[in-house]
C-alpha cells in the first residue's frame, strides 16, 4: 500500500519562499496523476497544483506563476516550490494520488484523490 509522507511546510514572512515534499512509499501504481492541495481556515480544501506523469502540469489560478509542481519520475519525490508567497497562502497543504487520465487529472478536485498524505502546515505572516 502505497504512502505518501509530507514535509517542508514552516514559517515565513510575505514574500518568501518554501518547498514542500512528498515522498513516496511502496508501490507507485496510484501515483499517475499527483497534486498539492490545500485548506486555509474555513475554506474548502482546494487543488493548487497537479501533474500528471513528470511533466504535465496544471495550477489553480491563485499560485500561477508563483507556484511550481515537479517530480523526476514516478518513484521520486513530489515537490512543490512556492514563490512570492503571501499571508492567503497559509493553509494546510498536503500531497495526494490518484489513478486519472491526463485531461481528468488537469482538473482534478480534492474528490478525485484516493490516496492522501498526512498534511504539512504553511503560515506566511505579513
Known amino acids: 500500500q502505497v504512502q505518501l509522507v509530507e514535509s517542508g511546510g514552516g514559517s515565513v514572512q510575505a514574500g518568501g519562499s518554501l518547498r514542500l515534499s512528498c515522498t513516496i512509499r511502496?508501490?507507485?501504481?496510484?501515483?499517475?496523476?499527483m497534486a498539492w492541495l490545500r485548506q486555509r481556515p474555513g475554506k474548502e480544501r482546494e487543488a493548487v497544483a497537479r501533474?500528471?506523469?513528470?511533466?504535465?502540469?496544471s495550477y489553480a489560478d491563485s499560485v500561477k506563476g508563483r507556484f511550481t509542481i515537479s517530480r523526476a519520475s514516478a518513484k521520486a519525490p513530489l515537490y512543490l516550490q512556492m514563490d512570492s508567497l503571501n499571508p492567503d497562502d497559509t493553509a494546510m497543504y498536503y500531497c495526494a494520488a490518484g489513478v486519472l487520465s491526463a485531461s481528468d487529472c488537469a482538473a482534478a478536485t480534492f474528490g478525485a484523490f484516493r490516496i492522501w498524505g498526512q498534511g504539512t502546515q504553511v503560515s506566511i505572516s505579513s
Open positions: 511502496g508501490p507507485t501504481g496510484s501515483t499517475i496523476c
Open positions: 501533474i500528471w506523469g513528470v511533466d504535465r502540469t
